[in-house]
């Protein structure tokens, strides 16, 4: 038998041998692959996680802009001059002549009385002021005859004194006659009923036959007329705005029946003392009203026209901090690193808010603060390029992988 040829396996054992070294190293190639990707997505997912830890925050500047925003409070209006009606004297209503809403004149009669018992008690005092007048008629002739026989014996000298004092009695009696007619003559004017100034007859709580009692005291008021050609507004201004509403602050006033107007005002005069219960000083404003488009009584908005401080800073209302330690702001030093600074309130205008003291006119306020920030915390602020550690240490991660 021929021999095999040993030189002819040893190709095929070399190449089996190459495929084996090949396959290795292309597994060896593809796990240190693996491993150095993995490795470099983990640093990159770990300083991406450190960058987004890392808050950002929109910021503002304090300013010194002029608030317009004013104060706006609730107010309500009375007539210019307003005077309940009452009689002065006893009777029965005969008639009247105006009704509500009556456009009067002063010295216009608005009602009459009847008063009978007052008309006797007149004719019984001028009847007692005759008899007065005759008594002291008598008694001066008396006295006029004792007093011509005064220079001869045949009359006694305290006779004639005597007859001289009954005259000057008499002349007494007939004063305090007069003076009682004259004054139920004066009480008789009071049967009328009459406007005291220029106005409106604003209500009548009376009519024709209704018994009439005398005063504010014993009766109710008959009418009530009101001067509405002004009109007083009063509101009530909070303690700490007081000093921003001196006499002479103008006001836009509207009412509900008229929402589409405004009218303007002064302040002409404060109480100049706060109100126990609600915290508040009362001020009186003067509105023209000669078109009579408002009305005493109506409730009324009042826009006053105050300016800020010159010293307060704005900022929004967003940007406040309230919490354990009390009212704060936050802001952002030249690091972006966060420093809370405590606030005073100046005045709230609701989207704006004025701040007596706590910020400078430079510093850079966190106009949403997330929740929990803290003094030292890292920040990005939002349109500003990735910067600080975490950007840097990304930076480096892309570099090595």
Not at 45 to 60: G, K, N, R, S
Not at 257 to 285: C, F, N, R
């Amino acid at each position: 038998m021929p021999q095999p040829d040993r030189n002819s396996g040893r190709p095929v054992a070399r190449r089996l041998r190459l495929a084996g070294v090949a396959f290795v190293s292309f597994a060896i190639a593809v796990v240190v692959y693996g491993l150095v990707s993995r490795a470099a997505q983990n640093s990159r997912l770990h300083d991406l996680t450190e960058a987004q830890a890392v808050p950002t925050v929109a910021i503002v500047a304090p300013t010194h802009v002029e608030n317009h925003a004013g104060l706006d409070l609730p107010g309500r209006l009375e007539a210019y001059i307003r005077a309940p009606i009452y009689a002065r004297v006893p009777g029965y209503l005969k008639s009247w002549k105006h009704d509500i809403g009556g456009k009067v004149k002063a010295g216009d009669t608005l009602a009459e009385i009847d008063t009978p018992d007052l008309d006797q008690q007149l004719m019984q005092a001028r009847a007692d002021l005759s008899v007065a007048q005759a008594n002291a008629n008598l008694a001066q002739i008396g006295a006029e005859r004792w007093q011509s026989l005064a220079g001869t014996d045949a009359v006694a000298k305290q006779d004639v004194d005597q007859r001289t004092f009954t005259f000057n009695a008499n002349i007494a009696q007939v004063k305090a006659a007069q003076a009682n007619v004259d004054r139920l003559v004066a009480e008789e004017g009071f049967k009328r009923l009459v406007a005291p100034f220029d106005g409106i007859v604003t209500a009548r709580e009376t009519d024709i036959g209704a018994l009439i009692n005398v005063g504010a005291a014993g009766g109710a008021e008959l009418f009530v007329v009101s001067e509405t050609s002004k009109l007083r507004v009063y509101v009530n201004v909070p303690q700490n705005y007081v000093p921003s509403v001196p006499p002479g602050t103008k006001a836009t006033i509207s009412v509900p029946e008229h929402p589409d107007k405004t009218y303007s005002g002064t302040v002409e005069a404060s109480a100049q003392a706060v109100t126990p219960s609600t915290g508040t000083t009362l001020m009186q404003l003067i509105v023209d009203n000669s078109a009579g488009e408002m009305m005493p009584g109506d409730y009324a908005s009042i826009h006053l026209e105050i300016a800020a401080a010159a010293h307060v800073l704005s900022v929004p209302s967003s940007a406040l901090i309230f919490d354990a330690k009390g009212l704060s702001i936050a802001t952002v030093d030249s690091g972006n690193r966060v420093l809370l600074k405590p606030v005073s309130i100046e005045r709230d205008l609701g989207a704006i808010v004025e701040l007596a003291s706590g910020l400078a006119p430079n510093d850079r306020v966190i106009q949403n603060p997330p929740d929990g920030i803290g003094n030292g915390a890292e920040v990005h602020l939002a349109g500003a390029p990735p910067g600080g550690l975490a950007a840097g240490k990304a930076k480096n991660g892309n570099e090595k992988g």
